[in-house]
């Protein structure tokens, strides 16, 4: 079988060692360079191109079927030290009732976690991601549903995991207290400041976006970001308030190349939702969610 492996950063150091094992079966192994951002993020193209049977992807829980290639999801699991738990809890005696969150690399600690904090005297709840996520509780760049669907019902939402990247997804859909818990720089601190820093960010971006004429709609090619149908219809809407836009297309988007576009006023992203949050300071020119979009444009009206 010819087989194109595809690894997250983070996963590369290991992939001669996936192939040799591969290779040893009796398989013929290629492995893609290209920079993975998620289960979202398939090299199916490539594989394609090489005539592979199969694309395995590493790191990643199954994010959607693909219908017409032959993909393997192997996910990353990591058993983390719980010890930092028994620390956390000074963070937590405010709270009675919590609510966990995580990645997939933590998934199966997730129980483990509960139980530790019922003993201690807490009421633990576990959401439901939207439909992205595969597991409760796991949340990724674009699904927070875990977090949101309980924020009502605790006093506190705690993530459990490195990084800051899929937290900050979660908790700037939130509006409850926030801990960080990381395992693996053993640091707990609380997020909530992270709320209003990007509220001003946004603030700043929507003034200048509200002077825009000119607009790029963003569209990624990647397997699941694809989605020309929105950007259809964004188009028709700017013009529709006198404004110009046009579509631009690519894979992955380098915004100093993008910002080479001197008649774009302002982006519209229709690919990951992570784009205009994380890459806010990259480009600048605004880069908009469509949801954003349509509140510059009532601004004018």
């Known amino acids: 079988m010819r087989i194109l492996l595809q690894f997250p950063e983070g996963l590369k150091k290991e992939a001669l060692k996936y192939a040799k094992e591969l290779e040893k079966e009796g ?3 290629f492995i893609s360079s290209n920079p993975s951002f998620g289960a979202c993020d398939l090299s199916i193209d490539e594989a394609k191109l090489i005539k592979a049977d199969k694309l395995i992807h590493f790191g990643h829980a199954e994010f959607k079927k693909v219908n017409d290639f032959n993909v393997e999801y192997v996910p990353y699991f990591i058993d983390a030290d719980l010890s930092i738990l028994e620390k956390s809890l000074d963070y937590l005696k405010d709270f009675n009732t919590i609510g966990l969150i995580t990645t997939i690399q933590h998934i199966k600690q997730l129980d483990s976690i509960k139980e530790f904090y019922e003993k201690h ?7 439901k991601p939207y439909g ?3 597991y409760n509780g796991q949340i990724l760049g674009c699904d927070v549903g875990s977090a949101t669907s309980i924020d009502k019902e605790v006093d506190a939402i705690i993530y459990f995991g490195g990084g800051i990247f899929h937290p900050l997804g979660a908790l700037l859909q939130t509006k409850k207290p926030f801990i960080s818990i990381d395992p693996f720089s ?3 601190k609380r997020l909530d400041e992270y709320r209003d820093i990007y509220r001003k ?3 700043a971006k929507l003034a200048n976006a509200s002077l825009a004429n000119n607009f790029g709609i963003l569209v990624s090619t990647k397997t699941f970001q694809y989605n020309m149908n929105l950007a259809k219809i964004l188009k028709n ?3 529709k308030h006198g404004k110009n836009a046009i579509i631009i297309i690519g894979n992955t988007f380098d915004f100093s190349s993008l910002d080479n576009f001197l008649e774009i006023d302002a982006f519209v992203n229709t690919a990951c939702p992570r784009i205009g949050i994380d890459d806010i300071e990259r480009s600048r020119k605004p880069i908009l969610n469509p949801n954003e979009l349509i509140e510059i444009l ?4």
């Open 186 to 188: 053993k640091d707990i």
């Open 27 to 29: 398989n013929e192994v």
């Open 237 to 239: 809407l700017i013009e």
């Open 132 to 134: 992205l996520a595969k």
């Open 121 to 127: 005297g807490k009421k633990v709840m576990i959401g």
């Open 298 to 301: 009532k601004m004018k009206n």
């Open 201 to 203: 960010k946004q603030l």
